[in-house]
T-cell receptor, first 116, second 113 residues
Framework: AQSVTQLDSHVSVSEGTPVLLRCNYS??????LFWYVQHPNKGLQLLLK??????LVKGINGFEAEFKKSETSFHLTKPSAHMSDAAEYFC??????????????FGAGTQVVVTP | SQTIHQWPATLVQPVGSPLSLECTVE??????LYWYRQAAGRGLQLLFY??????ISSEVPQNLSASRPQDRQFILSSKKLLLSDSGFYLC????????????FGDGTRLSIL
């Protein structure tokens, strides 16, 4: 079975400073991993995806994530936070079992606050 | 490009009233379709998924139902709403099997009075 653990429920950063959101995963198969962002009263927007190609994945809005198999981690980073980055972020793993139809396992989410 | 539409954006309904939320996808064929609920302060709960017309699988027993009358149309319904049905309902689509991301609509905020 697959699962994800987001290690921080809340992260507060100052505008212009780096952002680090931590995610560990558990998977019996080579996983596909995603990060999504959700702004208030909006749907989830895909930031980036890892599907067994390059371990450093670049996404939209300056975000990137690094897949580390030895650490079973997929942390999300951004060099410089912007006020518009204030939102909730979800780390997600795709169920890769042979009879899967594409079910996703969501982390509990990390709420990011950006202060001026 | 593919787009997904959900409506209405917000809905206030009395307890015991019926419900119909609609979701349509454009720009792709034979998508997998999903309904999720997101309760306040909680994560996403998968309610239903569909891999084709008329094929619905339920993940969680409840008084909700789903239907897929057309390839790119997914409907969430209830005959009698409960207070516990309040929440943020999200529709999503994907193509292909395991390992593919899902793409979400903007959601419907449902409040039950």
């Amino acid at each position: 079975a697959q699962s994800v653990t987001q290690l921080d429920s809340h992260v507060s950063v100052s505008e212009g400073t780096p952002v680090l959101l931590r995610c560990n995963y558990s998977s019996s198969y080579s996983p596909s991993l995603f990060w999504y962002v959700q702004h208030p009263n909006k749907g989830l927007q895909l930031l980036l995806k890892y599907t067994s190609a390059a371990t450093l994945v670049k996404g939209i809005n300056g975000f990137e994530a690094e897949f580390k198999k030895s650490e079973t981690s997929f942390h999300l980073t951004k060099p410089s936070a912007h006020m518009s980055d204030a939102a909730e972020y979800f780390c997600v793993v795709s169920d890769m079992t042979t009879d899967s139809w594409g079910k996703l396992q969501f982390g509990a989410g990390t709420q990011v606050v950006v202060t001026p | 490009s593919q787009t997904i539409h959900q409506w209405p954006a917000t809905l206030v309904q009395p307890v015991g009233s019926p419900l119909s939320l609609e979701c349509t996808v454009e720009g792709t064929s034979n998508p997998n379709l999903y309904w999720y609920r997101q309760a306040a302060g909680r994560g996403l709960q998968l309610l239903f998924y569909s891999v084709g017309i008329g094929q619905i699988s339920s993940e969680v027993p409840q008084n909700l139902s789903a239907s897929r009358p057309q390839d790119r149309q997914f409907i969430l319904s209830s005959k009698k709403l409960l207070l516990s049905d309040s929440g943020f309902y999200l529709c999503a689509w994907s193509v292909g099997g395991a390992g593919q991301p899902q793409h979400f609509g903007d959601g419907t905020r449902l409040s039950i009075l």
